[in-house]
C-alpha cells in the first residue's frame, strides 16, 4: 500500500482546507483495503458522497483508503445466469456494458438516469450502496432485480439479498470493517423492465423512482416486482402493487390495479422538496409511467 499525505492533490489539498485534518491511503488490492479499515478510516470511492458530506462535516474520518485503483473491484462478468458487478464499477461503464444492455437493461436504465455525466464518469454503484441515500437511484434497480449484494471482511465473506441491505436512512447491513466489492444480479433477458425517476431539479437525485421488473408467459404475468426509491427513508419492494400485476395481462385495466393497490402503509417522506402527499401521488404517476412503457 502506498501511503501518501494529501498535499500536492489539489482537490484533496481545497478538501483538507474545510474538514478536520486526515491522512490518505491508497490500497493496491482488497486484502490492502480491508487491512486499512480500523479505527476510524473509511473508504473512497468515487468520493461523490462522501467528500461532499465531509465538507458539509456530516462525516469526520482519521483516514480515507482510497480504492479507485483497484482493478478486481472494476468490470462486468457473466457466470451462467448471473451477472457480477465489480462495486467499484462506474455508473457510466454499467449503462455503456454490452453485457448489461443484454441481460439487466434495468441496470443500464437506471445508471444512465444518474446526476450527469460527470457524476456517472466517476461515482460508483458500491459507493452509492454504501451511502444508501434514500433519494439514490441503484437500490430500486437491485430490489427489482432481486440482485445480491457481496461483503468482504478480513475474515468473511457475505451475501446480502437486495431487500435486507437497505436498513434505514444512510444505513446498511454494511458493517465498518468490510467491503463492497461485488453485485450479483440474476440475468433478467425475457423480462420487460422499466425505470422512471421524478427528479429533483438541481441535484438530478430521484424524488421518486419506480422500478419494474415483469416476466410474461404467454400472455400472463408470472413474475412482477415494483420497487421505489426517494419515497421512503429506506427503498422497498412494493408487495400490494407486485402482487396485483401478478396472473393477469398487462393492459389498461391492470395497471389501473396496481396503482390502486399499492402499498398504503409505508412511511412516505416529506421534506422541503416534496410533501408526503405530493410523494405519494408521483409514486402513482411513476408506477403508471413505467408499466406503460412496458406496455
Ligand atoms: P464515495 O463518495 O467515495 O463513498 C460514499 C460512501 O460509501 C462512503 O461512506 C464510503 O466510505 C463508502 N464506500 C464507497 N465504496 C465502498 C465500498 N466498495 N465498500 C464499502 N463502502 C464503500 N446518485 C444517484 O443515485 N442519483 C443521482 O441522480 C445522483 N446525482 C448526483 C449529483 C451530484 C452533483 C453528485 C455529487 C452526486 C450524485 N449522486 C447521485 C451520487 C453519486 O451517484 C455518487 O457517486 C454515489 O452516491 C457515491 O459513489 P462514490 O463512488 O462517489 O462513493
Given at each position: 500500500m502506498t501511503i501518501d499525505r494529501i498535499k500536492g492533490i489539489n482537490p484533496i489539498k481545497n478538501l483538507e482546507m474545510s474538514t478536520n485534518p486526515f491522512q490518505y491511503k491508497r490500497a493496491n488490492s482488497v486484502d490492502d483495503a480491508l487491512e486499512a479499515l480500523n479505527g476510524d478510516a473509511k473508504i473512497l470511492a468515487g468520493g461523490h458522497s462522501l467528500l461532499p458530506a465531509m465538507k458539509l462535516r456530516l462525516f469526520s474520518a482519521d483516514t480515507l483508503v482510497d480504492i479507485s485503483k483497484i482493478e478486481s473491484l472494476k468490470g462486468i462478468q457473466?457466470?451462467?445466469?448471473?451477472?457480477?458487478?465489480?462495486?467499484?464499477?462506474?455508473?457510466?461503464?454499467?449503462?455503456?456494458?454490452?453485457?448489461?444492455?443484454?441481460?439487466?437493461?434495468?441496470?443500464?436504465?437506471?445508471?444512465?438516469?444518474?446526476?450527469?455525466?460527470?457524476?456517472?464518469?466517476?461515482?460508483?454503484?458500491?459507493?452509492?450502496l454504501a451511502h444508501a441515500d434514500p433519494a439514490a437511484d441503484w437500490p430500486a434497480a437491485l430490489l427489482a432485480c432481486h440482485a445480491t449484494v457481496v461483503l468482504q471482511s478480513s475474515s468473511n465473506t457475505r451475501e446480502i439479498p437486495a431487500d435486507e441491505f437497505f436498513t434505514g436512512m444512510f444505513s446498511t447491513a454494511l458493517a465498518d470493517s468490510e467491503l463492497i466489492t461485488q453485485i450479483k444480479v440474476p440475468s433478467h433477458t425475457g423480462f420487460i423492465c422499466r425505470y422512471e425517476k421524478f427528479v429533483q431539479p438541481a441535484s438530478r437525485f430521484a424524488l421518486v423512482g419506480c422500478a419494474i421488473c415483469i416476466k410474461q408467459d404467454d400472455d400472463a404475468i408470472s413474475q412482477a416486482t415494483v420497487a421505489y426509491t426517494g419515497l421512503?427513508?429506506?427503498?422497498?419492494?412494493?408487495?400490494?402493487?407486485?402482487?396485483?400485476?401478478?396472473?393477469?395481462?398487462?393492459?389498461?385495466?391492470?395497471?389501473?390495479?396496481?396503482?390502486?393497490?399499492?402499498?398504503?402503509?409505508?412511511?412516505?417522506?416529506s421534506d422541503h422538496f416534496a410533501s408526503e402527499s405530493y410523494r405519494k401521488h408521483l409514486a402513482g404517476v411513476m408506477l403508471e409511467r413505467a408499466l406503460q412503457g412496458a406496455v
Open positions: 457473466v457466470d451462467g445466469e448471473t451477472i457480477i458487478i465489480g462495486a467499484g464499477t462506474t455508473h457510466q461503464a454499467i449503462a455503456d456494458s454490452e453485457v448489461v444492455q443484454e441481460h439487466i437493461p434495468l441496470f443500464a436504465q437506471v445508471a444512465g438516469k444518474i446526476g450527469d455525466v460527470q457524476v456517472r464518469n466517476v461515482g460508483t454503484i458500491g459507493g452509492s421512503a427513508d429506506t427503498p422497498f419492494v412494493d408487495k400490494g402493487a407486485s402482487a396485483a400485476l401478478q396472473g393477469g395481462s398487462l393492459n389498461q385495466e391492470s395497471i389501473e390495479a396496481a396503482v390502486e393497490a399499492r402499498d398504503q402503509s409505508v412511511y412516505v417522506m
